[in-house]
């Protein structure tokens, strides 16, 4: 038998649920009900910075026809792995040198794995959510669902036809609520769609997916609208301080948990509207999707963190870090936070690299990405002023040592110059369209050749 289903299990079957109060799980709830289902709900919380009271959820889910509701406390487990992805570098989506970090596949993975361990307890064995065929989402929740549990079911009401055809559309499921005297207020005039957690919010969707709407759309739910000349921002100093590749202190200040820190975090760059980037993107199914991101916390902790990292590790440590660090950013992105291969690449990240950062970085922030690095000190640090100095001063070395470094180059240039000579005769036979792509002109050609064969000699 197929682990999806296609159509609801049969009546008195147990299944949990994904809940986020929102207008497509109250609407799938009650239907299940409806078809004789014992419903179990699961609302993880996740300090979502769009709900008002998230404890009063699980009770509009009994209102909606569920047997039993649960709220997960998911919210220091998804700032650890906030962390982790900072300390890894696993962010893959830029532009203009602004990133996403990746706070909705971080906060699927936490949720999944808490639902799921919910249902275990439960003795739920099918698994449902709101996620569409469309999106990211539905590859997430599978993958986490069935690494944990490989009994796992799923029944997704957005992949039944019966249900998309009863209930596809806002205004169907409005009606369908309504027909039940269980009325929902859907937000007027709102032009796009939002999903939140504490790391950050999307917002994507109806207006936002035509490249002629922008930024402005935006009623930020985590920060300011910076870009409105009218508001007044002041510029703030904040020093953050890192041991060991965490963060410890604020302004000097230590926190009793992580969790506080990091609220700490998003309180001061969302004072600043720090961290907010338009972001067009590859889905796991290959489609291109626009997405407007805040991450007022993230961005700051980042900030820091990669200032203390450039003036801890060298160069090829570095390469490491940004390198395998977008290669985790992709099994993040795919669901796959959990799976061996990013095992090995988290743990080896957070230790080698994440590691040794100690120090502090002072920053004045004043509007959006706009802001000053004020001072940096890292406890074990590569960076040295007298190395390089161009004072009058003893250096690690003389002249006479860089004029030996420099004799020990024509070994490799040697080497390359006959290579080229060898591509340039090869070529010489071929046709110079066909050769046109590699970048070389005709020009380019004669003048290299001349200059191997007045200079170079077998």
């Known amino acids: 038998m197929t682990r999806i289903h296609t159509s609801y299990p049969p009546k008195g079957t147990a299944i949990g649920i994904a809940f986020s109060g929102g207008l497509d799980t109250r609407t799938a709830l009650l239907w299940l009900k409806n078809q004789g289902l014992d419903v179990y709900s699961y609302t993880a919380n996740l300090a979502q910075p769009d709900e008002k009271d998230i404890s009063q959820i699980p009770q509009l889910a009994i209102e909606h026809g569920a047997k039993e509701a649960r709220l997960l406390d998911c919210r220091f487990q998804l700032v650890q792995e906030g962390i982790l992805a900072i300390q890894c570098g696993a962010f893959h989506i830029q532009s203009g040198g602004r990133k996403y970090f990746n706070t909705t596949p971080l906060g699927r993975a936490v949720t999944t794995v808490s639902i799921i361990r919910a249902m275990q307890e439960d003795s739920v064995a099918i698994f449902g959510d709101g996620s569409t065929h469309k999106g990211n989402d539905i590859q997430r929740f599978y993958r986490y669902g069935v690494l944990l549990n490989p009994s796992l079911e799923i029944y997704k009401p957005w992949l039944d036809e019966k249900f998309v055809k009863e209930l596809g559309g806002r205004s169907e499921m409005s009606a369908y609520l309504e027909s039940y005297a269980k009325p929902y207020t859907m937000s007027a005039g709102k032009s796009y769609s939002t999903d939140a957690n504490l790391l950050g919010a999307t917002h994507e969707a109806k207006h936002l997916e035509y490249l002629d709407k922008n930024t402005y759309l935006i009623d930020p739910i985590m920060g300011v609208p910076y870009w409105q000349e009218d508001l007044k921002i002041k510029t703030e100093q904040v020093k953050l301080e890192f041991k060991a590749g965490r963060p410890v202190a604020i302004n000097d200040h230590s926190f009793d948990n992580e969790l506080d820190l990091f609220l700490m975090a998003n309180e001061i760059g969302g004072r600043h509207g720090l961290g907010m980037s338009d972001q067009i993107e ?168 001349k200059a191997l064969s007045e200079e170079y000699t077998d």
């Open 282 to 449: 590859n889905r796991v199914i290959e489609a291109k999707s626009r997405g407007i991101y805040e991450a007022p916390g993230m961005s700051l902790l980042h900030i820091c963190y990669e200032r203390l990292l450039s003036t801890v590790h060298n160069e090829s440590m570095l390469d490491l870090y940004y390198t395998e660090g977008r290669r985790l950013a992709h099994f993040l992105y795919e669901g796959r936070w959990y799976d061996p291969e990013a095992l090995v690449l988290k743990d080896a990240l957070s230790h080698w690299i994440a590691g040794p950062i100690s120090g502090y970085v002072v920053l004045d922030l004043r509007r959006g990405d706009d802001y000053t690095i004020i001072e940096t000190h890292a406890l074990v640090s590569s960076y040295s002023p007298d190395e390089l100095s161009m004072e009058k001063k003893t250096t690690a070395f003389s002249p006479g040592d860089r004029i030996g470094a420099l004799s020990m180059q024509d070994l490799g240039l040697a080497a390359n110059r006959k290579l080229l000579k060898h591509y340039l005769e090869s070529n010489s036979k071929e046709d110079r369209h066909s050769r046109s792509h590699r970048g070389f002109t005709r020009d380019d050609d004669s003048a290299i050749q």
